[in-house]
């Protein structure tokens, strides 16, 4: 893997190096602005052990301590992408960004802690699935990470395990598939009691929203039409075909009474399917991603295979040129809430095992280093949203909704020092060529976008200095994210009140009934 000039990995012989959280480090920043999701105000910070000791003015701080003068800069809880597949195995390879690398490029973009996913074979223990998740993760991340853990088959065993998945092992959100038949996909009674199960344990169900069927069928007529390349795959999934769905999933979770969140919004339909179901009262959250908000679907017709292939992903990228800003616009006005990435990579050798069947190319693009950036420029500099409403959408509401807020998502004494030093002024141009990832591909490439990191701190250490990356692996931590989260589940009791099942007291009927024949 190369190492770029400019990045120091300090892989530490010694594992209670890395392990070791109680850095000694003393960091005083002064003369930035502070943003927090609520309010944007001038103050120092005062950092010791990877914890905010003291934020205001004029403060008394111990000596020994680096000073970062962050005049002129914004200083923002470090972002949170709600939604990364490191090293997956998916479609018969593993995706090229691992937690090594995927945590590195995260880092490199401002974002200081990733919430991946545990995705079990159908028929393959939940718990065993979580344990070598984590196996693979604890070695090697360089910032703190969270777990969902994905529910691809269902009976009572996977109910059991969902219990002792919240209770146990800190996790509080789980994944269903309506897409990839036969591979994840749940039925839709499968679907109801996956997420009625999630209420009772006050866990948030998340969905990826597409009508498996109709993929599977569309696949196949425009294979038999001659349709094999990368345009194949957005043909197959149309924009319908994920509004369809997703306005299926928050019937199926409202008639069960659960919150939802729907993962990777990529279309313009489904984002309006979603804001018309939160006018409606509903407990829905929309997270759109780096790659919907930053580039679009007309790459599925260039003439390149490989630039085709690199942006194929499910849902697709919607070939509307106007999806990007609509969604940005929804972002702004939070009828879309939050937003991860669903960074899952595969290199030109890996896209390459569909290049004769895009059924086959696997599924997935960057993001992880590039969406503080992304956002900044589309909704920042745009004029969009401001500075607290970036935080929001990068870092504070995925705190909340997945219920480690103030510990992570604010600036604040006591929280996490997970913190970037933000020029927004400064631009940077993005490409495969500089980036901080693993796979030879980025879906932003030649994008001059503005908004970088100058610091980011996490784990007690300064792991980007003056735009110098820093990293250790096995630095970062495994956060667990308690269930009832109340951003989430706050007024689900009272709703549940309001919707008991009515039994109306009558006289029984006694006329007469028609016989009934028995079927020959
Ligand atoms: C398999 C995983 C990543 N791939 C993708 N979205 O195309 C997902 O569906 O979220
Ligand atoms: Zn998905
Ligand atoms: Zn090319
Ligand atoms: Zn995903």
Redesign the pocket.
Known sequence: ETIYPHDVAIVSAEPWVAGDRSAQSRIFIKNGTIVNDDQSFHADIYIEDGIIKQVGTNLVIPGGARTIDARGKFVMPGGIDT?T?FQ?P?MGTV?ADDFYSGTKAALAGGTTMIID?V?PQKGESLLDAYEKWRGWADAKVCCDYGLHVAVTWWNDQVSKEMDVLCSEKGVNSY?V?M??KDV?MLDDDEIYHCFKRCKELKALPMV?AENGHLIAIKSRELLQQGVSGPEGHLQSRPEEVEEEATTRAITIADQAGAPLYV??VMSKSSANVISKARREGKIVFGEPIAAGLGTDGTHHYNKCWRHAAGH????PLRADPTTPGYLMDLLANNDLQLTGT?N?TFNADQKAIGKDNFTRI????NGVEDRMSIIWEKGVYSGKMDPCRFVAVTSATAAKVFNIYPKKGRIAVGSDADIVIWNGEATRTISAKTHHQAVDFNIFEGMTVHGVPEYVITGGSIVMDEGQLKVTQGLGRFVPTPVNSQTVFGRVGNREKSRQPQIVEREPYTGPVVEIKEED
């Open positions: 939604h597949h997956m998916f995706s996913f995705i994944k598939f897409a990839y994840f990826h993962v990777h194929v992903m499910g849902p669903d899952c696997p599924n997935g693009v």
